[in-house]
């Protein structure tokens, strides 16, 4: 008798365990006995960092003024149709001398706004991408002043005249080569008709 009773509780503690040994061995089951594959990513579809705001290739269209540039506003479609021709005036490397060629632009674009007194003008000062931003801010200062000269040598008070310098963050053009550096230095004509208190 005391033999039996000695295995009675060995046997209930067998019945007890088996259960929760069946969940354990089921919870394993579901776990999936294949690895996780690893696939790697093929190169090309891997994202490239951004390039920098002046990457971008080809040239803008010459009736832009740039990223920065103004737009020609609130003008009538008399004073739109009356625009000179050019409206910009180009230099050569490290100079704000205005040549004949700029000269005449000048004198066109005065003869514009003493047509039409009640438009301004802004000059926009601009360089190409050689140089520091510091040097190229203070050339295209001094390119926008010497235009400013001759539009009142020529008869336009300074009062329609505003003038701004972008150096070298305006580019027309990205390509690192005589030819673009050309088209980027410059001055624009951008104008701009003061609207009555009608309107």
């Known amino acids: 008798m005391p033999r039996f009773r000695v295995r009675l509780p060995i046997m209930h503690m067998l019945w007890m365990l088996l259960p929760a040994s069946l969940l354990l061995t089921g919870c394993a089951q579901e776990v999936s006995p294949h690895p996780v594959a690893h696939i790697p990513v093929p190169s090309h579809v891997i994202t490239q960092p951004p390039t920098q705001r002046y990457a971008a290739p080809g040239v803008q269209s010459e009736d832009i003024n740039g990223p920065l540039?103004?737009?020609n506003r609130y003008l009538s479609d008399a004073e739109l149709a009356a625009l000179p021709s050019h409206l910009r005036v180009h230099f050569a490397?490290?100079?704000s001398q205005v040549n004949v060629h700029g000269r005449?632009?000048?004198l066109d674009n005065a003869r514009f706004l003493l047509k039409f007194p009640h438009v301004d003008v802004r000059l926009e000062g601009n360089c190409d991408?050689?140089?520091t931003q510091e040097?190229?801010?203070?050339l295209g200062n001094r390119r926008a002043e010497a235009v400013a000269r001759l539009l009142e040598a020529d008869?336009?008070?300074?009062?329609?005249i505003q003038m701004v310098s972008f150096g070298k963050d305006n580019l027309l053009c990205y390509a690192n080569d005589p030819k673009?550096?050309?088209?980027?230095r410059r001055v624009d004509f951008v104008y701009h008709a003061m609207l009555s208190d009608s309107q």
Not at 135 to 138: C, E, G, K, T, V
Request: hydrophobic share 25%; glycine share 14%.
């Open 135 to 138: 040097y190229n801010l203070a």
């Open 180 to 184: 673009c550096w050309k088209r980027n």
């Open 155 to 160: 008869g336009v008070s300074a009062s329609r």
């Open 69 to 71: 540039g103004g737009r």
């Open 104 to 106: 005449r632009i000048a």
């Open 93 to 95: 490397t490290n100079s």
């Open 129 to 131: 991408q050689r140089g």
